[in-house]
């Protein structure tokens, strides 16, 4: 366990005895507060605080933060308060603490959706104050660092959100230290055996030779030293996790990564930079594709260097980063790097250090829009996990893009009104479809035109978050709008029929209490209800209509309906779908679809379309897949008995315990009976299921499918053809979660 004069001493290269002080009063502070406590290791409590302090000052931030480091747990974990820590230490340190605290004390509907809050609201106070996450990953990095001593169910729990979350977050920050220990941490936890295996053949591979990394630096050394530039060189391992990556991602055993040895040159300036460079191609043959130049071209989180691959002594492949002493200092330290606290106020960001974290900004620009914690975070590991590609636009400004990004993802990058009304674009002076997938150095010229707007058809290939989060705003509030005036329509036309004033109902308040008899929110939300189909206009006209004596109020019609209507069947037309039944609902317009022409006797699933009623489709048509699954509902022929389809499932999904159990939960959940199913492991750490199940029709199987997808373990799910082998059927439709 570290101790407090450790810690001073860290802080006494530079901090003054003043500030010093501070963390000594913090430290007794915390000691007092956690008299008594023991960790799960059977340590004292006290020794997690010092640790994590310990982390805050070996990055060398301030006396507020290294503070913060030691009371970070007494407002959770002891009867401090907020209001005592701000008068003991101010209020810097107390929005620091305050900002670090867990939310455990906070009742929600589920340990997910607490866990999805906690870190919206983690990334929401290091908006204001860089320093509270700083604090929260020294906090979660030793907690890494010992969760041997948490069980087993707990450490895969931790391990997982800490590789979805705290290590790409570090990464962003640029604190490759902290970032490298925590995948490692993570991979040694979620993956013990492949760990094992790999962390052996990585001790026992002969690149690794002490003899061979001298004989490397000597070389390096004697190379630059002969053209008098001055240089620091380093010979280390790749961690772990990083060696795993490369395996999975290019099909390799360990013995055939062969650049497992990266070596980092030192010097003075970038001139130097690019001489080494120079000096290094010189003697050793460079392997073509594998030049990266991060100093014209630096990534988000301020990182610079030069990247080679060449083939070294004994036809080795060895890495050579190539950056100066300042870079490495940023490479290493990251925004904690920049920390002049003299220069900041509360921890906030001087212009310089906001232009480099332009990703924190949009990051707070689409969570505004999302109402759902745990839909913020699924945007937010999407959007940290990216790797990234730099484009420039016709102007030379260089954009970070993730890989594989779009022009529709720049256009929003660049600004919500370009890429709402994004037409076209030009990459490299060609037009290219808005699919195309952006590569490094291309020139992008987005194309608009005022009366373009965003399609649903854009959320199948866009990249980013911040693009997916406005296309899906823009469709939500297009789709009300004429859901809106389209169920206004419907009314007005059963209104003139019956005899009522649809304008005078809503002028007058009548409509509002018919929206309060159906428990919507208001009169719009009742034509909305109206325009989707999932109220009739008889439903509401009823209740314009003067009631008869002793006549009870209908039934509150209740049918579970989707958030958003769809755009994919307007070019069905069919017939008026007699004899067809939906359970638990009447006096539901139904149309038979022109598609696929279903006729009494034949399976058939409904779904809800836009002003339509209900579409009726055969189970085999080819456009069901193509629907959305929430919007399919189970319908019968009149007069016909239910009875279960057989149908197959092709689950893709991590070799993690307790996985099979979760699915099975998803099966019962959803009254899907399993007939029976086979299990593969593969060797990239994944489960291979596959299931042969009992529907009650496609609407059945896609809405399962749909709920499985969401599970956190399942990387991918499908319908599968039904064979004697339960086989597969490479034309059937996956959901990837990848």
């Known amino acids: 366990m570290i101790r407090i004069n450790e810690i001073l001493d860290k802080t006494a290269v530079y901090l003054t005895e003043a500030e010093q002080a501070i963390i000594t009063k913090a430290y007794v502070f915390s000691a007092a507060a956690h008299a008594g406590q023991v960790r799960l290791s059977g340590e004292p409590y006290l020794s997690h605080p010092l640790e994590a302090a310990g982390i805050l000052a070996d990055m060398r931030l301030d006396a507020a933060s290294v503070a913060a480091g030691l009371l970070h747990d007494t407002v959770e974990d002891t009867k401090a308060t907020v209001d005592e820590i701000e008068e003991l230490f101010g209020d810097e340190v107390a929005d620091i603490v305050d900002g670090v605290t867990k939310i455990s004390l906070i009742p929600f509907e589920s340990k997910e959706e607490a866990q999805a809050e906690n870190i919206r609201k ?31 169910v707990k450490r895969a729990l931790i391990a997982q959100e800490t590789m979805d979350i705290y290590a790409p977050l570090a990464n962003r920050l640029g604190l490759h230290r902290i970032k490298t220990e925590l995948e490692d941490l993570s991979f040694k936890y979620l993956k013990p055996d492949v760990y094992s295996q790999i962390k052996a053949g990585v001790d026992r591979h002969h690149t690794l ?9 000597g070389q390096i050394r004697q190379m630059v030293g002969e053209n008098n530039i001055k240089a620091r060189i380093i010979g280390r391992r790749k961690h772990l996790w990083s060696v795993f990556n490369k395996m999975r991602v290019q099909g ?7 650049d497992l040895v990266a070596f980092r040159v030192l010097v003075e300036t970038i001139r130097e930079c690019y001489s080494v460079l120079g000096l290094v191609h010189s003697i050793w043959k460079p392997v073509p594709g594998r030049f990266k130049d991060y100093i014209s071209m630096p990534k988000a989180n301020m990182y610079q260097s030069l990247h080679t691959t060449v083939v070294g002594p004994d036809g080795e492949r060895i890495e050579i980063q190539i950056r100066t002493v300042e870079m490495n200092r940023l490479a290493e330290e990251g925004v904690a790097a920049h920390w002049k606290y003299k220069e900041r106020e509360k921890g906030k960001f001087n212009p310089k250090d906001v232009e480099r974290f332009t990703w924190l900004r949009q990051i707070m620009d689409w969570q505004r829009e999302l109402k759902d914690s745990r839909e913020f975070v699924a945007n937010l590991r999407f959007d940290l996990f990216q790797d990234e590609v730099y484009v420039f636009t016709p102007k030379g ?20 009104a370009v890429g709402e009304h994004c037409a076209g674009a030009k990459v490299n002076g060609r037009l290219v479809p808005l699919e195309t997938p952006l590569k490094n150095g291309d020139t992008v010229e ?29 469709i939500r509030t297009e789709e009300r ?30 409509m509002l209490g018919v929206a309060r008899e159906l428990s919507l929110p208001g009169v719009e939300d009742v034509l909305s209800a109206v325009g989707y189909s999932r109220i009739t206009p008889k439903k509401v006209i009823s209740r314009l209509l003067p009631k008869k004596e002793g006549e009870e109020a209908d039934v509150h019609l209740k049918m579970e309906a989707p958030a958003s209507p769809a755009d994919g069947l307007a070019h069905t037309k069919g017939k008026t779908g007699e004899g067809v039944r939906i359970q638990g609902v009447d006096n539901v317009l139904v149309r038979l679809a022109q598609c696929c022409n279903p006729v009494p006797g034949d399976p058939i699933v409904g779904y809800i379309s836009r002003g339509r009623g209900v579409v009726v489709h055969t189970h085999d048509c080819p456009n069901v897949p193509n629907l959305e699954s929430e919007r399919l509902i189970q319908v019968n022929w009149e007069g016909e008995k239910e009875q279960p389809y057989p149908a197959g499932l092709s689950i893709l999904a991590k070799n993690q315990k307790g996985v099979l159990g979760k699915i099975s939960h998803v099966l019962v959940e959803e009254g899907v009976n399993i007939d029976s199913g086979t299990i593969h492991s593969n060797i990239d750490g994944t489960s291979q299921l596959l299931f042969r199940v009992e529907v009650r029709d496609s609407g059945h199987l896609y809405r399962t499918i749909d709920k499985i997808s969401r599970l956190e ?11 004697d082998e339960l086989g597969s059927d490479p034309d059937d439709n996956m959901m990837d979660r990848g």
């Open 122 to 152: 983690m990334i929401l106070a290091m908006a204001n104050d860089i320093r509270v996450v700083l604090v929260k990953l020294a906090d979660r990095l030793h907690n890494m660092r010992t969760l041997e001593f948490q069980k087993p």
């Open 209 to 217: 030779d002490e003899s061979y990394i001298e004989r490397v630096i």
């Open 252 to 258: 390799l055993t360990i013995d055939q990564v062969h």
């Open 397 to 416: 400004e260089v954009k970070e893009l993730p890989e594989g990004a779009t022009a529709v993802d720049l256009a929003f990058l660049i600004h919500t």
């Open 446 to 474: 987005i194309i608009t035109d005022k009366n373009r707007r965003p399609n649903r058809d854009w959320l199948k290939f866009v990249k980013t978050a911040k693009a997916r989060t406005r296309i899906k705003h823009f």
């Open 481 to 510: 709008v004429h859901s809106i005036a389209l169920g206004r329509e419907m009314l007005e036309k059963q209104g003139r029929k019956d005899g009522v004033n649809i304008q005078k109902a809503i002028k007058d308040g009548t």
């Open 713 to 723: 373990q399942v990387l991918a799910v499908k319908r599968q053809a039904v064979t």
